[in-house]
């Protein structure tokens, strides 16, 4: 296990990840809305939950459905035929959790990557709660951890390491080269898997997305339910008025004065327009986009996030 660097809201390790299992239990990734429907139940979920599969052929008896009758089947026996399906028995998900250099800031409580890092592994302990498989992809700017989904505390344990070793990599002198597609390399891998019926969780700040990441999450959202947490530290929102900042891509740095105020007003500008576009994927492709910030606790946030109705439109 990592626990080289302990720092408060700077890095994080895996045993302050694995001690987050009792504040995940009252989370809920299935929301409830009511049902409008005459023959259904009071409430129908707005995700897609645990599906059907096929199990067999029988003949048709009264009572059956006619809806369910093989219309193929039963015009080549001569006999009315349905196809007979059960319930599902899991619903295999996938976390997807940036540790890039770009995650590396924080104004306030932690760091953009702390906070990621703690709000992926409390949505992978309330998954193995529901008693369904949890895996996933921890990228950074160098390369791409996979931990295989299980049904166990062992995968859980797994995945909250390989983020402590990601996040303990992370540092004002970090030496790798910035990789703005790595999101995009690891929605590839997460579509290579995610055929259908897999709840996918992406945790980023989004940097380096476009029109790719665009494309790659329409393409996972047409068969699984893909839910993203956008993790922002609102100082860029909240600029003060005076003194000067120096910002990093990693390689290179910039001296930003804050006095000045058409400086102000880009950084400003650049901030609510990207998160402005993002957000509008949430109507476009039918994603819950849910803000998540650094300066707050992440346990409450998240509680909250899931609690609202913010992808109730979407239908299935």
């Known amino acids: 296990m990592t626990g080289a660097k302990v720092s408060g809201g700077v890095y994080v390790t895996t045993e302050q990840l694995v001690a987050l299992e009792a504040r995940a239990r009252d989370l809920s990734f299935v929301q ?26 029988r003949e048709y008896l009264p009572g059956d459905d006619i809806r369910s009758i093989d219309w193929r089947v039963t015009a080549r026996t001569s006999r009315p035929v349905v196809r007979v399906y ?63 989904p299980h049904r166990s505390r062992n995968a859980v344990i797994a995945l909250a390491n390989r983020i402590a070793e ?19 390399d690891a929605l590839h891998k997460v579509a290579s ?11 980023s700040d989004f940097d380096g997305y476009g029109e790719t990441t665009r494309n790659l999450l329409l393409r996972l959202s047409g068969r699984n339910d893909v839910i993203c947490l956008l993790v922002y530290d609102p100082f860029l929102l909240e600029l003060p008025t005076s003194g000067e900042i120096v910002v990093s891509g990693g390689t290179l740095q910039a001296e930003l004065a804050l006095g000045r105020s058409s400086v102000r007003g880009s950084v400003d500008a650049f ?7 993002l957000r509008a994927w949430q109507k476009d492709l039918g994603l819950p986009m849910l803000p998540v910030s650094a300066a707050e606790e992440t346990a409450p946030q998240l509680r909250r996030l899931l609690e609202q109705s913010a992808w109730r439109q979407r239908r299935h």
């Open 193 to 203: 898997i995610a055929h259908h019926d897999h709840l996918v969780i992406v945790v």
């Open 166 to 184: 990601k996040n303990a990599q992370l540092s004002a002198t970090y030496a790798v080269t910035p990789s703005p597609a790595a999101l995009d």
């Open 32 to 57: 409830k809305a009511r049902s409008h429907q005459q023959l259904a139940g009071r409430m129908q979920s707005s995700l897609r939950g645990r599906g059907l599969i096929f199990e067999e052929l």
């Open 86 to 148: 059960g319930e599902e028995k899991e619903r295999p998900a996938i976390l997807v959790v940036d540790q890039r250099i770009n995650m590396f800031f924080g104004s306030r409580r932690s760091m953009k990557s702390v906070t990621a890092a703690e709000a992926a592994v409390l949505c992978a302990w309330r998954i193995l709660g529901s008693g369904d498989r949890v895996g996933g992809f921890v990228f950074g700017d160098a390369g791409t951890d996979e931990v295989k």
């Open 271 to 277: 901030a609510r327009n990207r998160g402005r576009d």
